[in-house]
């Protein structure tokens, strides 16, 4: 059974930092894409990030540019999502994906497996 598990997520105040960890458990990182997304309330999720097998990297969101960086480490079976600058807007329930194919240029095409996410909260 593939698992993704998110965890690093809190109640921070705007211009802080956090880093977001999915760790991944039933599948060979190295095997798939990996992405991620965020969810604000009330809002469509959004996608941010995906990398592909080979390290090739797509950017789906203009809204995180320059703050947010995403990695993956095959031996660790983990990806991470750097955050820096956080303000309210960045405010959202963040989850990992994997994903058998490349990355999709579309972040809406279809993802195998989702992580149920963390929760991210900035205000003062």
């Known amino acids: 059974q593939v698992q993704l598990v998110e965890s690093g997520g809190g109640s921070v105040q705007p211009g802080d930092s956090l880093t977001l960890s999915c760790l991944i458990s039933?599948?060979?990182?190295?095997?798939?894409?990996v992405a991620w997304f965020r969810q604000a309330p009330g809002k469509e999720r959004e996608g941010l990030f995906c990398i592909g097998r080979g390290d090739d990297w797509l950017s789906y969101s203009g809204n995180v540019a320059g703050r947010f960086t995403a990695s993956r480490d095959n031996a660790q079976n983990a990806a991470y999502l750097r955050m820096r600058a956080l303000n309210p807007s960045d405010t959202a329930v963040y989850s990992c994906?994997?994903?058998?194919?490349?990355?999709?240029?579309?972040?809406?095409?279809?993802?195998?497996?989702w992580g149920q996410g963390t929760q991210v909260t900035v205000s003062e």
């Open positions: 039933g599948l060979d990182l190295a095997r798939a894409s």
């Open positions: 994906a994997l994903r058998h194919a490349s990355c999709p240029r579309q972040s809406t095409d279809f993802f195998d497996y």
